[in-house]
Antibody
Framework: QVQLQESGPGLVKPSETLSLTCTVSGGSISKNYWSWIRQPPGKGLEWIGYVHYSGITNYKPSLKSRVSISVDPSKNQFSLRLNSATTADTAVYYC????????????????WGQGTLVSVSS | DIQMTQSPSSLSASVGDRVSITCRADYNIGTYLNWYQQKPGSAPNLLIYAASTLQSGVPSRFSGGGSGTHFTLTINSLQPEDFVTYFCQQSHSTPLTFGGGTKVEI
């Protein structure tokens, strides 16, 4: 059974870089799309972007200048970097797997990690 | 970005009731619409994809319908574990966007 686990600092200072890693266990990181989604406390869900196992990326335009998502197939991991963090980036961050069905793969998530709270504060 | 509007934002119901949640898109997204359930303190769980296809393992009391810009999630015979929050999400195009959520309360 495939599982996703986020890891990284729970506290980041303003203007610094928020970095998280998602480890995929019980399955291969190949073939799927892998996304980061966040949820500020008490608010709705915001898609940040995805990486395909081939390395192709796609980011939310409003975050594109600050975000980078990469994949490391050798470690079965993918990572998020968000530069110049502000208090508005405080949120629970989820890593997710895009679904595959009928031989095709899509970027909408069918599996989520448990989430990790990252606070941006001095 | 495609805007997704969910209604109501909350509703009150009783065990055994039938409830429906609506999601509207401001663009024709065909059937690229998914529904998620989120329990407090937990990650969202996929219930329905492609507007009406039940994800494996999801109880049959959940059903989805609609296409284009208007979609519904229906829960027949509410169970105690169903009193949580539901989100719609469009996957027609990036950026993926979500509805604001509907909290189903007892």
């Amino acid at each position: 059974q495939v599982q996703l686990q986020e890891s990284g600092p729970g506290l980041v200072k303003p203007s610094e870089t928020l970095s998280l890693t998602c480890t995929v266990s019980g399955g291969s990181i190949s073939k799927n799309y892998w996304s980061w989604i966040r949820q500020p406390p008490g608010k709705g869900l915001e898609w940040i972007g995805y990486v395909h196992y081939s390395g192709i990326t796609n980011y939310k335009p409003s975050l594109k200048s600050r975000v980078s998502i990469s994949v490391d197939p050798s470690k079965n991991q993918f990572s998020l970097r968000l530069n110049s963090a502000t208090t508005a980036d405080t949120a629970v961050y989820y890593c997710t797997r895009g679904m595959c069905r009928g031989g095709n793969c899509y970027f909408e998530p069918d599996l989520w990690g448990q989430g990790t709270l990252v606070s941006v504060s001095s | 970005d495609i805007q997704m509007t969910q209604s109501p934002s909350s509703l009150s119901a009783s065990v055994g009731d039938r409830v429906s949640i609506t999601c509207r898109a401001d663009y024709n997204i065909g059937t690229y619409l998914n529904w998620y359930q989120q329990k407090p303190g937990s990650a969202p769980n996929l219930l329905i994809y492609a507007a009406s296809t039940l994800q494996s393992g999801v109880p049959s009391r959940f059903s989805g319908g609609g296409s284009g810009t208007h979609f519904t999630l229906t829960i027949n015979s509410l169970q105690p574990e169903d009193f949580v929050t539901y989100f719609c999400q469009q996957s027609h195009s990036t950026p993926l966007t979500f509805g604001g959520g509907t909290k189903v309360e007892i």
